[in-house]
């Protein structure tokens, strides 16, 4: 006889948890919500406290009448959508539908799809939450209330079609505030001097900026300024002045949270924020990975917490050990802590084993799923690696009454970056990003040696 009845809201993961679980649950999806406020009218009643007014989604009945019959004949019911307020709110539709007084409804919540995580959520099944329900629907009724009620104003006063919703009107209000605030910026010009210098008997070449004039932080206001200062150190000679070097470190970034997520997916894979969570429900929902079968490869991608089970990361330890030596891994494990006012009920975005090497599963991912899982895995593996290490240098150089600066660094370790490296927002819009002053490389050089200048350009900015 089956031990229940197990309803989640995915096809795809019915199909991972009966790899799992086999015959012993009968395994149903809803196939998302089963009910919701009516299109036809607003759905919530003004005068009764905003009380939501549910009706069944068109096309929904046959699946209603599908997940009774299932429940028929069984004493406990799982209900197993996803573990945030939209699967809570699923799952408190389903149990209106198919409970009565003589079954037992539990709810089971999967952060990951693995064997263990959904034996050990069935082991141990919770109640549902009415909190988090009652936080769903009062998300529902402000959308409603705000779709419904403002959007035919702004087809009366703009144009017909535009709609207003309860997260969009707001970025529209800082979008235009910001684009008011650019409208009445008054831009001002200014100017920098750069120069190209050498040693003696080098052909390799650096660049410097001139920062101080005559003693003073320089500032050059116009064309005419920097031609004149140009001009000057045209025929001065050029010296090392000071130098000063210290070791720098870069600590390893935390696993991915969502928002984190879609940013750099946005920056590397060129997604959308849409895109990234619909690859990414795939990836934690199952796929088909042959001889295994159907496997849940990351974790649930809604999160706003970076913390990892002590499980996961004693085992991406071991694999970075194993991997890349002792010296790659940090002293003691990195501890990521959430910030405040975060919500913190689930792990960080994280593959559900580093044995799924990105390489070892890419034939079974299409483009898209493997270029996101493949940001996911090396993001939490470089998480628990050691930090990369640099050696800063700063050149001060004298030129007649101006003093020059350059700065350099050359990594020394890796560390972390050997697998992962962020983003930069510099140059997204044209694809490159430039390196910056401290990233660049200088020539071996000493205090007092004499520099052969190349060329001085003078660059025009604005503000």
């Known amino acids: 006889m089956s031990k229940g009845l197990i309803v989640v809201e995915s096809p795809t993961k019915v199909k991972t948890l009966q790899k799992f679980l086999g015959s012993d649950y009968v395994i149903k999806a809803s196939v998302g919500h ?36 299932a429940s028929k004949g069984v004493k406990n019911i799982y209900l197993g959508p996803d573990p945030d307020r939209e699967g809570e709110a699923i799952a408190w539709h389903i149990a209106e539908e198919i409970g009565d007084g ?30 988090k329900y009652e936080a769903q629907q009062a998300r529902r009724i402000l959308d ?3 779709g419904y009620q403002i959007s035919p104003i702004l087809w009366e006063k703009v144009r017909r079609g535009l709609s207003a919703g309860r997260v969009q009107s707001v970025a529209v209000r800082i979008v235009c505030e910001r684009e008011r605030e650019i409208q009445t910026f008054v831009s001002q010009e200014y100017w920098s001097l750069t120069a190209t210098l050498k040693k003696k008997e080098s052909p390799l070449s650096f660049h410097a900026k001139l920062t101080k004039w005559k003693g003073k932080k320089v500032t050059l206001a116009n ?40 940013q750099e997916a946005y920056r590397k894979l060129a997604f959308s924020a849409q895109k990234t969570m619909r690859v990414a429900q795939k990836l934690y929902e199952g796929v088909d990975l042959g001889e295994l079968g159907m496997v849940g490869l990351i974790t649930y991608m809604r999160t706003d917490s970076p913390r990892v089970s002590t499980e996961a990361v004693q085992q991406v330890r071991k694999w970075i050990k194993n991997r890349f030596g002792e010296s790659y891994l940090s002293p003691k494990p990195n501890v990521y802590t959430s910030r405040k006012g975060s919500q913190d009920a ?17 034939e079974y ?28 240098t700063a050149v001060e150089i004298k030129a007649g009454d101006g003093l020059f600066t350059a700065a350099g660094t050359v990594p020394t370790f890796l560390g972390f970056m050997t697998l992962y490296v962020e983003s930069e927002d510099n140059n997204l819009s044209n694809g490159k990003q430039e390196e910056s002053e401290e990233e660049k490389r200088l020539p071996p050089l000493t205090e007092g040696e004499i520099l052969e200048l190349l060329g001085l350009i003078p660059k025009q900015h604005f503000t």
């Open 34 to 69: 089963i009910k919701d406020l009516p299109e036809s009218e607003l759905g919530v009643d003004l005068k009764k406290d905003f009380s939501p007014e549910y009706v069944v989604i068109p096309g929904k009945n046959k699946i209603i009448r599908e997940l009774k019959k």
């Open 102 to 131: 003589n079954k037992n409804i539990y709810r089971v919540l999967f952060n990951e799809i693995t064997q263990r995580a959904v034996l050990e959520a069935l082991k141990n099944p919770g109640t549902l939450q009415q909190s």
């Open 144 to 146: 409603r209330l705000v």
């Open 223 to 262: 064309e005419s300024e920097a031609l004149a200062i140009k001009k000057n150190l045209e025929t001065v000679p050029y010296s090392v002045s000071k130098i000063t070097q210290q070791e720098k470190k870069r600590h390893p970034f935390p696993p991915f949270i969502t928002s984190r997520l879609q």
């Open 346 to 362: 689930h792990e960080a975005i994280r593959p559900t084993s580093v044995d799924f090497d990105p390489e070892k599963v890419k």
């Open 365 to 392: 991912l299409d483009r898209e799923e493997w270029g996101l899982y493949k940001l996911i895995w090396d993001r939490f593996v470089a998480s628990q690696m050691a930090s990369a290490t640099f050696l800063q």
